[in-house]
């Protein structure tokens, strides 16, 4: 029997492909999302007790299917919906491929496909940017709309209408990948949307776990399967590449006890060297490509990091360097806060803090900016200012990682 954080790994992992089964199958976006929630919920309550299935996804896509016909059937409102259903009442098999087919022990079924397509519909042109980011982060990533809502900085009220907005306007859209023009004038938002699910992987948010592996895994198989459609685009190469060196860090971001370990105190040698290697050739392949770009840029830096045999050893110099064209492309203040780091490493912690301080109205609220000021205001000999920065990263983050940690480097500044 799993343990239950793992059946949320599993739900989670599987959400998004077996909403995609539905929509490819049913259509009605809306209906059928609501169908998975209650699949999963079925699966949350059974699965920790009566154990996995062999085929968890062909179960989720099995029990909702049948809650979406059921629920198809009794809307007496809409006979002509109602008759749909009953035509589309699942038999034993389905037609592309059935679930049952799925073949056990994880490997990749052709149906995998409906993540992607269902990706792109959630970048239909017909939705502001906004609403493609909201809708597929819902979607695909599986964030719910209170993290959503936190990661834009607006009430969660306000994201839950933006994201029943979205469902109406793509309602009856076709659940197929666009085509190549079309495709292309989504690329920006599906590669924003990638990156803001893996950054939620890699960094969550909220909650006990300071990772959410799943949501990082699964952010960066979709950026491969993009990068199979467009192999020559130096933005997909270069998102891919970022993801790769950042997460190739993971089994070093945490102590024995879950606690948060910063990238200049991490053991090098627990990271993953072949992601390393195959995430720094992505760089210079994407760098080919054509004009640089934000990921490109990101995936750079992130190269210079990994390469360093030590902290000490590496190129601040050169970072600072690739933060000055970054804020040129991205109007992003993370690059900013970024680029404050860089200039402390390279001309001193004033320095550093003076570009800090210039983010504060762009980034009121945000703990990672008190959390930078205070990493700053201790080196720069200011134990008080750096305590008082700490204690206030730690009462804005909803980390308990991150909480934990920024309290320990306070206590540390009592003395």
């Given at each position: 029997m799993r343990r239950t954080s793992e059946v949320e790994d599993l739900l989670r992992l599987h959400a998004p492909q077996v909403l995609g089964a539905l929509v490819r199958r049913y259509g009605h976006f809306d209906p059928a999302e609501d169908a998975v929630q209650e699949a999963l919920l079925a699966a949350a309550r059974q699965w920790p007790e009566q154990g996995v299935p062999d085929n968890p996804r062909g179960w989720l896509i099995r029990v909702a299917s049948r809650r979406l016909v059921d629920r198809l059937r009794s809307d007496e409102a809409r006979r002509a919906r109602e008759e749909t259903a009953a035509a589309l009442t699942p038999r034993d098999a389905f037609t592309t491929p059935p679930p049952d087919e799925i073949a056990p022990g994880g490997s990749r079924a052709p149906s995998d496909d409906d993540t992607l397509t269902l990706l792109f519909l959630c970048c239909h042109p017909e939705l502001a940017p906004a609403a493609q980011i909201a809708l597929t982060l819902r979607a695909v990533g599986g964030l719910t709309t209170a993290e959503i809502a936190r990661a834009h900085l607006v009430p969660e009220a306000t994201m839950a209408q933006r994201i029943s907005r979205a469902k109406r306007r793509i309602r009856g859209a076709a659940f197929v990948q666009p085509g190549p023009a079309d495709r292309d004038g989504r690329l920006a938002a599906v590669l924003q949307v990638l990156y803001l699910i893996f950054n939620e992987g890699y960094t969550a948010t909220s909650g006990r776990a300071l990772h959410r592996a799943e949501l990082a895994r699964e952010a960066i198989r979709l950026t491969r399967s993009v990068r199979r459609l467009l192999?020559?685009?130096?933005?997909?190469?270069?998102?891919?590449?970022?993801?790769?060196?950042?997460?190739?860090?993971?089994?070093?971001?945490?102590?024995?006890?879950?606690e948060l370990v910063p990238l200049d105190e991490q053991d090098r040698s627990r990271w993953d060297r072949a992601a390393v290697t195959e995430g720094t050739a992505l760089v210079e392949e994407a760098l080919r490509e054509g004009p640089a770009g934000p990921y490109q840029v990101q995936a750079a830096i992130a190269a210079l990091h990994d390469e360093a045999p030590r902290a000490e050893d590496?190129?601040?110099?050169?970072?600072?360097?690739?933060?000055?064209?970054?804020?040129?492309?991205?109007?992003?203040?993370?690059?900013?806060?970024?680029r404050a780091v860089a200039v402390a490493m390279v001309h001193?912690?004033?320095?550093?803090?003076?570009?800090?301080?210039a983010l504060r109205d762009r980034l009121a609220g945000n703990h990672r900016l008190d959390a930078v000021r205070a990493h700053l205001l201790e080196r720069a000999g200011d134990p008080a200012g750096a305590r008082a920065a700490y204690l206030a990263a730690a009462a804005a983050t909803l980390s308990l990682p991150e909480s934990r940690y920024l309290h320990g480097r306070a206590d540390r500044l009592c003395g």
């Amino acid at each position: 029997m799993r343990r239950t954080s793992e059946v949320e790994d599993l739900l989670r992992l599987h959400a998004p492909q077996v909403l995609g089964a539905l929509v490819r199958r049913y259509g009605h976006f809306d209906p059928a999302e609501d169908a998975v929630q209650e699949a999963l919920l079925a699966a949350a309550r059974q699965w920790p007790e009566q154990g996995v299935p062999d085929n968890p996804r062909g179960w989720l896509i099995r029990v909702a299917s049948r809650r979406l016909v059921d629920r198809l059937r009794s809307d007496e409102a809409r006979r002509a919906r109602e008759e749909t259903a009953a035509a589309l009442t699942p038999r034993d098999a389905f037609t592309t491929p059935p679930p049952d087919e799925i073949a056990p022990g994880g490997s990749r079924a052709p149906s995998d496909d409906d993540t992607l397509t269902l990706l792109f519909l959630c970048c239909h042109p017909e939705l502001a940017p906004a609403a493609q980011i909201a809708l597929t982060l819902r979607a695909v990533g599986g964030l719910t709309t209170a993290e959503i809502a936190r990661a834009h900085l607006v009430p969660e009220a306000t994201m839950a209408q933006r994201i029943s907005r979205a469902k109406r306007r793509i309602r009856g859209a076709a659940f197929v990948q666009p085509g190549p023009a079309d495709r292309d004038g989504r690329l920006a938002a599906v590669l924003q949307v990638l990156y803001l699910i893996f950054n939620e992987g890699y960094t969550a948010t909220s909650g006990r776990a300071l990772h959410r592996a799943e949501l990082a895994r699964e952010a960066i198989r979709l950026t491969r399967s993009v990068r199979r459609l467009l192999p020559r685009d130096g933005a997909v190469a270069g998102l891919l590449a970022l993801m790769l060196l950042t997460d190739a860090r993971s089994a070093a971001r945490t102590g024995p006890d879950g606690e948060l370990v910063p990238l200049d105190e991490q053991d090098r040698s627990r990271w993953d060297r072949a992601a390393v290697t195959e995430g720094t050739a992505l760089v210079e392949e994407a760098l080919r490509e054509g004009p640089a770009g934000p990921y490109q840029v990101q995936a750079a830096i992130a190269a210079l990091h990994d390469e360093a045999p030590r902290a000490e050893d590496t190129d601040w110099p050169q970072i600072l360097a690739l933060y000055d064209v970054l804020v040129r492309l991205t109007p992003e203040p993370m690059a900013g806060l970024g680029r404050a780091v860089a200039v402390a490493m390279v001309h001193g912690p004033q320095a550093g803090l003076a570009e800090a301080d210039a983010l504060r109205d762009r980034l009121a609220g945000n703990h990672r900016l008190d959390a930078v000021r205070a990493h700053l205001l201790e080196r720069a000999g200011d134990p008080a200012g750096a305590r008082a920065a700490y204690l206030a990263a730690a009462a804005a983050t909803l980390s308990l990682p991150e909480s934990r940690y920024l309290h320990g480097r306070a206590d540390r500044l009592c003395g």
